[in-house]
């Protein structure tokens, strides 16, 4: 079986168990928690040098750090990765973004502000990482405009990737007219294309926390269902 260490309320940690749970891949978890530094100890710095989780490791025991590589590696030869090998790298080329310009500004903003509850401490950093994330999620806008999914007109990781963060984006305050994870937010946007793809993840996620119920497993933030919960980091 595999074995996924984690933060539940990290959204690079959802991405891993929303896809192991819509690919039917059975999965234990082990938590750690990340603001007591237990992914700095000795013996997890054995399992990620880079001392951070997700961390998959395999049913015959290897280890895969980093939430995009893992996902690419459950997805292979499935429905959630196309076959065609341009469209592969259309998948890394939104999955990169997300790692570049999504991830960083959005996941942090909303570590400062809802994990660690500390906006005072954090304000200087936490204006230029809510800029850059709304400029992240201008740019998904943009492209959502033109196609259903991100790549290849289907679902695959690339949306599962670009779904993590931004459905907890204003946990991070960002109060986005492009997109945005909050329902009241979602409500004020002018984006039809944006919440046209949000809406279809949304749907989606609400199937794999039915799915997640029976594993064991919670969301990654409060309201996606009526009582799993989750604590949405
Ligand atoms: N690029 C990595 C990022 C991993 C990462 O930053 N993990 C954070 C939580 S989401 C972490 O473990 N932080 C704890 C620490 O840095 O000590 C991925 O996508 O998996």
């Given at each position: ?149 991100f ?19 204003d ?20 984006s ?18 039915l ?8 969301p ?14």
């Open positions: 079986m595999y074995r996924l260490y984690e933060f539940s309320s990290s959204g690079n940690c959802y991405k891993l168990r929303l896809a192991m749970a819509q690919l039917g891949v059975p999965f234990e978890r082990v938590e750690k928690d990340i603001t007591r530094g237990e992914t700095r100890s000795d013996d997890f710095l054995a399992i990620n040098p880079n001392g951070r989780i997700p961390v998959l490791v395999t049913p015959d025991g290897r280890t895969l750090p980093e939430s995009n590589a893992a996902l690419c590696y459950l997805a292979r030869d499935s429905q959630l990765m196309p076959t065609d090998a341009f469209e592969q790298a259309q998948v890394l080329q939104w999955m990169f973004f997300e790692q570049y310009n999504h991830e960083p500004n959005i996941a942090t903003s909303r570590y400062w502000l809802h994990v660690l509850g500390e906006p005072e401490k954090y304000a200087d950093g936490l204006k230029e990482k809510q800029q850059k994330g709304h400029e992240a999620l201008a740019v998904m806008e943009r492209h959502l405009q033109a196609v259903p999914f790549v290849g007109g289907r679902y695959s990781i690339a949306d599962i990737a670009l779904y993590a963060y931004t459905h907890v984006a946990q991070g305050g960002l109060l986005a007219t492009e997109l945005s994870g909050n329902q009241g937010v979602v409500g004020a946007s002018k039809t294309a944006g919440l046209c793809w949000y809406a279809g993840l949304k749907a989606r996620s609400s199937g794999w926390v799915h997640g119920k029976a594993a064991g497993v919670t990654c933030r409060e309201g996606i269902t009526d009582s799993d919960g989750g604590s949405g980091a």
